[in-house]
């Protein structure tokens, strides 16, 4: 089993809809999530980052953590062509290492 | 806030030659730097941890020999290639920590820098 799993889609919304996005972990000790967005052939840019159960919002973003199921989740309100992109989960790998375990990533495609 | 720059962001090189490459976290400081190397079409992959003063932690599998990794202070970690190959040509990849702030914890990516070796 993956340390931090994400489907890799396409997963395809059309504009104006909510994209929802989603990824589980292994490691029960995990204490910090995040989501990062990579467009292709560029670096990840840090969207949202998470430690707490329930729900984050910033923006048009909504992360939600649920340690008890080992989920976290990323929806993005009113999808726009410009957030398609590939989104990273990623997890504190512990132990205070600052380590980060990546999922493979969820290709986000929002047709106009 | 929290800038991470690389330098260069694009490098071809002859196969035996090596490259260096900086990163620097321009606007915080970072006792914990990454380096990671990312294929087409692939996802990350973590490298080595570099910590301030002191020596970097390797990933299982990556040479520490070739990858040459030295972070002098909190602000600048350098990762050198050695002898580069066709087969390194990738995407390298920074990341930076933030030591503390209203950030602290958080790790920020470097625009990475592109290497081909012919």
């Known amino acids: 089993q993956k340390e931090v799993e994400q489907n890799s889609g396409p997963l395809s919304v059309p504009e104006g809809a909510i994209a929802s996005l989603n990824c589980t972990y292994s490691?029960?000790?995990?204490?910090?999530f995040f989501w990062y967005r990579q467009y292709s052939g560029k670096s990840p840019e840090l969207i949202m980052s998470?430690?707490?159960?329930g729900d984050k919002e910033d923006g048009r973003f909504t992360a939600q953590l649920n340690k008890a199921s080992q989920y976290v989740s990323l929806l993005i309100r009113d999808s726009q062509p410009s957030d398609s992109a590939t989104y990273l989960c990623?997890?504190?790998?512990?132990?205070?290492?600052?380590?980060?375990?990546f999922g493979q990533g969820t290709t986000l495609q929002v047709k106009p | 806030g929290a800038v991470v720059s690389q330098h260069p962001s694009w490098v071809i090189c002859k196969s035996g030659t090596s490259v260096k490459i900086e990163c620097r976290s321009l606007?915080?400081?970072?006792?914990?730097m990454f380096w990671y190397r990312q294929f087409p079409k692939q996802s990350l992959m973590l490298m080595a941890t570099?910590?301030?003063?002191?020596?970097?932690?390797?990933e299982q599998g990556v040479e520490k020999d070739k990858f040459l990794i030295n972070h002098a202070s909190l602000t600048l970690s350098t990762l050198t290639v050695t002898s580069a190959h066709p087969e390194d040509s990738s995407f390298y990849i920074c990341?930076?920590?933030?030591?503390?702030?209203?950030?602290?914890?958080?790790?920020?990516f470097g625009p990475g820098t592109r290497l081909t070796v012919l």
């Open positions: 490691d029960r000790g995990s204490q910090s």
């Open positions: 606007d915080f400081q970072a006792t914990t």
């Open positions: 998470i430690y707490s159960n």
């Open positions: 570099s910590n301030e003063g002191s020596k970097a932690t390797y």
């Open positions: 990341s930076a920590r933030a030591a503390s702030g209203r950030k602290v914890g958080e790790q920020f």
């Open positions: 990623a997890v504190n790998g512990g132990r205070n290492t600052g380590k980060l375990i």
